[in-house]
């Protein structure tokens, strides 16, 4: 396994952008989660799939983030019209089974 | 609402000694716990779980034990080595592992 790969790494935006991140996670990994983490927080559910379907959404998400899994592989994660209170740290992990999660090494976003 | 809480912020051990990190849940539904740890600057890396059938599960090291009665669970860590020093979450879900709620994380320092 390579691990779970996240790009950009960092990003950093003016208010009002919008941006977009990557997610490859494990092969065959038919399980795939989103997070957000802020400082002194421990992980916050954002959305999760299961193959291409997108089976649970936080109700916290509000309608300017949408996430993409179109081929039950890789995954993106939109924030459109960006807030300075989405800067923080989004993180993405797969897995196969229900009692594990792997995790990837995160995106770093700053809205400025 | 905090349905997963790791109350101590903190916690320091000598090398050798052993490491104990709490966790509560709120949620009778949870079946599956896991924990992480995470180094700065690093996602979350998945360290032991533990399904609501089973009170213990031990890993090397690592030994998770699960009081479902109390909402409890606990990470020991035996013989703590400074490597270990890093922020340790607790997480949970249901049986269907859509959705995982993290605790607020302990930082452990394991001194030489």
């Known amino acids: 396994d390579t691990g779970v790969s996240q790009d950009p790494r960092h990003k950093i935006t003016k208010r009002g952008q919008n941006v977009t991140f990557r997610c490859d996670p494990i092969?065959?990994?038919?399980?795939l989660y989103w997070y957000r983490q802020t400082l002194g927080q421990g992980p916050e559910f954002l959305t999760y799939?299961?193959?291409?379907?997108?089976?649970?959404k936080s109700r916290l998400l509000s309608d300017r983030f949408s996430a993409e899994r179109p081929k039950g592989s890789f995954s993106t994660l939109e924030i459109q019209r960006t807030e300075q209170g989405d800067s923080a740290m989004y993180l993405c992990?797969?897995?196969?089974?229900?009692?594990?999660?792997?995790f990837g090494p995160g995106t770093r976003l700053t809205v400025l | 609402d905090q349905q997963v809480k790791q109350n101590s912020p903190s916690l320091s051990v000598q090398e050798g000694r052993i490491s104990i990190l709490n966790c509560d849940y709120t949620?009778?539904?949870?079946?599956?716990f896991l924990w992480y740890k995470k180094y700065p600057a690093e996602g979350p890396t998945f360290l032991i779980s533990?399904?609501?059938?089973?009170d213990k599960n031990e890993d090397g090291r690592f030994t998770v034990f699960l009081n479902k009665s109390a909402k409890h669970l606990s990470l020991h860590i035996v013989p703590s080595q400074p490597g270990d020093s890093a922020v340790y979450f607790c997480?949970?879900?249901?049986?269907?592992?859509?959705?995982?709620?993290f605790g607020t994380g302990t930082s452990l320092t394991v001194i030489p």
């Open positions: 997480a949970a879900s249901s049986n269907t592992g859509n959705q995982f709620y």
């Open positions: 992990a797969s897995s196969r089974h229900v009692n594990t999660q792997y």
């Open positions: 799939f299961q193959n291409e379907a997108q089976l649970e």
């Open positions: 533990i399904s609501s059938i089973k």
């Open positions: 092969s065959e990994h038919n399980r």
């Open positions: 949620n009778s539904m949870f079946d599956y």
